[in-house]
């Protein structure tokens, strides 16, 4: 059973450019988590989604950001006209439905650098 | 809203002795509450959560927790610090009622000498 997997590992964009970062939850799980880390902040949360809903996009930016998990493939989290302080690592979470009590499971990251 | 705070930016201990990294946690419900580690350039990975029964949980690589309900705290405990613990430590919670998010504190360095 393949963990949580994030593509790519190394994102590097120039400002203005489009990043797209690509995750597939564990196999059996159907919500998903995004969270950011920055150096000085910790594990910012971002969206929380399960197949075709947003469940709670409380953390995310209110421009040039956006979430999806479809029905099929991996969820994507797109970021419009990057600038440079898009730049950080970008986590993956999932987890069973239903299961509150459950732990989420990570992804190893995509590293994003907006140069 | 549910959140949670790790009031130490960063935790020394020397290797052998007792280490303990604090978190407080405020939820509407009732919470789940977990702790995660993290080494440089990886992924977080699971260590122990609580859900109910026991106040105290054990995890893996020995470590520990105390749920204090009167406190709202879950500290994190080992009773003999390895070099090989120093890493980055999150606690994280989660209220009991269905489609809430799982949250983080900013993270408490642990750095275990030798």
């Known amino acids: 059973n393949a963990g949580v997997m994030q593509n790519p590992r190394h994102l590097v964009r120039r400002r203005g450019q489009e990043a797209r970062l690509r995750c597939s939850p564990m196999k059996g799980h159907s919500h998903v988590y995004w969270y950011r880390q920055l150096p000085e902040e910790g594990l910012k949360f971002m969206v929380y989604?399960?197949?075709?809903?947003?469940?709670?996009e409380s953390g995310m930016p209110k421009e040039r950001f956006s979430a999806e998990f479809p029905k099929e493939g991996p969820s994507i989290l797109r970021i419009q006209q990057v600038v440079r302080g898009d730049s950080a690592a970008y986590f993956c979470?999932?987890?069973?439905?239903?299961?509150?009590?459950?732990?989420?499971?990570f992804g190893q990251g995509t590293r994003l650098t907006v140069v | 809203a549910q959140s949670v705070a790790q009031p130490e930016d960063q935790v020394n201990v020397a290797e052998g002795n007792p280490l303990t990294v604090k978190c407080t946690y405020s939820?509407?419900?009732?919470?789940?509450l977990f702790w995660y580690v993290q080494y440089p350039n990886r992924g977080l990975q699971f260590l122990l959560k609580y859900i109910t029964g026991d106040n105290l949980v054990k995890g893996s690589y020995g470590f520990e927790a105390e749920f204090n309900k009167s406190q709202t705290s879950f500290h994190l405990k080992k009773p003999s610090a390895l070099v090989s613990d120093s890493a980055l430590y999150f606690c994280a919670v989660r209220d009991d009622q269905a489609g809430t998010a799982l949250i983080f504190g900013k993270g408490t360095t642990l750095s275990v000498s030798s």
């Open positions: 989604l399960q197949k075709e809903n947003i469940i709670d």
């Open positions: 939820v509407s419900g009732n919470p789940y």
């Open positions: 979470a999932s987890s069973p439905q239903g299961q509150e009590n459950t732990e989420a499971f």
